[in-house]
Every structure is written in C-alpha cells, then in structure tokens.
C-alpha cells in the first residue's frame, strides 16, 4: 500500500475543515500496523481513505499496485471484495440474516459454489467458536459473538489486505484477546496485511508498527523493536 500527499477535506466553502492531511505513507505485505491518537485526529477517515471506502480530497493511493481512484466503479468493487476484508466498530451484521448467511455473503455475492461456501463457513466459524450459534440471528446472540461473527465475515474470502477500526473496542478483555490473536494469525500464518485502528494499548502491543496521528496528520511512529523515531 502506498499513498502520496493524502488530504481529506470536509464541507465546503468557507466551512472547510481539513481531517487529514501530508500522509505518505508505505506499508508492505505481512506488515501489522496500528493507527493511534486522541478522538478527533483523523484515524478513521485515514483508515477510510486507505480500505478504499472513502476518496481523499488530494492525493494518490495505490494498492496492490493498483490506482485506486482511476478505477472504475466495478473494478473497485471486484477488487475489494477479492482482496481486502472490513472489521468495524458497528458490526455490519444484517438483522434479516442467520450468522451463518451473514458470514457466507461476501462469497455468495462471489458465486462461489455452495460445497466450497458451507467448507470455509465450518473453517471459520471453528476459529471464531461460533458453530453453534450458526442458525441465531443477530439481535440473539452477545456482542462479543456479533464481534467474532462481523470477523468471519470480514475473512472468509481470505483478503489479502484486512482493515479493523477499533476492533476491540465493545469486547471484554478475553475476546479481545482472542481477536487479536486470531489476526496475529492471519498475519503470521497467511501473510495478510493489518490496518488497526486503535485506542487500546494492549491491543497495539500486537502490531509490528504503529503510527501515531494528531491533527490530521502522522506524526511519530515506533516498530517493534525500535526506538522511537520522529519524522
Ligand atoms: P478519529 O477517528 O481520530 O476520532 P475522525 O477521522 O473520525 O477522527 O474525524 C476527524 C475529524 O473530521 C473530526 O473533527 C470529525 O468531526 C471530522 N469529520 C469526520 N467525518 C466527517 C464528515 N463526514 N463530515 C465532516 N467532518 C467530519
Ligand atoms: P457493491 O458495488 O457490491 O455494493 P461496494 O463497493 O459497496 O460493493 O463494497 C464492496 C465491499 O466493501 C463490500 O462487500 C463491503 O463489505 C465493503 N464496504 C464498502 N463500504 C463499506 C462500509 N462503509 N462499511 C463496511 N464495509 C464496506
């Protein structure tokens, strides 16, 4: 992932305010990064910007290799869908669905075959110990369980690129835990790519590198392993 000059203007003339700004930035396969800093500092409208939801107002970004805002419409969308993965704070989840139709989506949506769907349902829902709320629908089952279950979702089609904001903030300290070490494990064992944002510490202490973000803009960062380093 590589961005250049980044900027993220709101409102409109005379009512501008500037949520992001100078953000270069380069983030390599595998790495697991952490993006901090008090409320309002632009973290999730960087994140935004970066999981290609959301345009910058300046600025280049590529993914993949890949321009992403000189692709068109379905491109894009055939592009996320194949390789990035969403974990946010409001889980998504879609009321009218089973935890196990919520989880399939993203490869339904795929046309992947429905053999190969009811495998990796089984293969995530193992990890994420969610087999046997599988037929429950949202509103049945806790918020720890809507967590987990937002997360298989996000990475049944195995994303090459995953992108959580906040991903523990609703969970107690046991799921937390286990979420974070289960995208440690995708991070180790599949090589995905992590982008977190984060207040919790102990939930940055498992990322290779953090940046750290105040006024829109990065300001330090410190990888494991280093000392802090300004830029
Ligand atoms: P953080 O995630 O660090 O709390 P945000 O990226 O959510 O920060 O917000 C950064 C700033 O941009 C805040 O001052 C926020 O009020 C403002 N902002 C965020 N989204 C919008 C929007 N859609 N329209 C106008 N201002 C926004
Ligand atoms: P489509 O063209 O199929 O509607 P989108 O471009 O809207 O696809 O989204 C592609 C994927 O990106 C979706 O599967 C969805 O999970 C994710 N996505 C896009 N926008 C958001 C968002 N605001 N919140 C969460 N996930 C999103």
Redesign the pocket.
């Known amino acids: 992932l590589h961005a250049k000059g980044l900027r993220k203007v709101y409102g409109s003339k005379g009512h501008t305010y500037t949520a992001v700004q100078d953000i270069e930035l380069d983030i390599h396969k595998g790495e697991f990064v952490g993006i901090m800093g008090p409320s309002g500092a632009g973290k999730s409208t960087l994140l935004n910007i970066l999981s290609t939801?959301d345009s910058p107002t300046s600025g280049t970004l590529h993914v993949n290799g890949k321009r992403i805002h000189q692709l068109k419409?379905e491109e894009?969308?055939n592009f996320?869908?194949d390789k990035?993965g969403?974990i946010?704070q409001d889980f998504?989840l879609l009321d009218t669905l089973t935890v196990k139709e919520n989880i399939s989506l993203?490869l339904a949506?795929a046309n992947v075959a429905s053999r190969e769907i009811e495998s990796r349902v089984k293969e995530v829902a193992a990890i994420f110990g969610i087999e046997r709320i599988l037929n429950n629908y949202p509103y049945e089952i806790s918020g720890g369980q809507q967590q987990r279950t937002a997360t298989a979702r996000a990475i049944i089609t195995k994303p090459s690129l995953i992108f959580a904001d906040e991903p523990t903030g609703s969970l107690d300290s046991k799921s937390a835990f286990n979420l974070l070490q289960t995208l440690t494990h995708l991070n180790v064992q599949e090589q995905a790519t992590i982008l977190m944002v984060t207040h919790d510490a102990y939930a940055a202490s498992f990322c290779s590198r953090v940046l750290f973000i105040k006024d829109g803009a990065i300001y330090t960062e410190i990888r494991k392993g280093e000392k802090n380093r300004k830029i």
């Open positions: 939801i419409d894009l969308s996320r869908r990035l969403f946010f998504n993203p949506l």
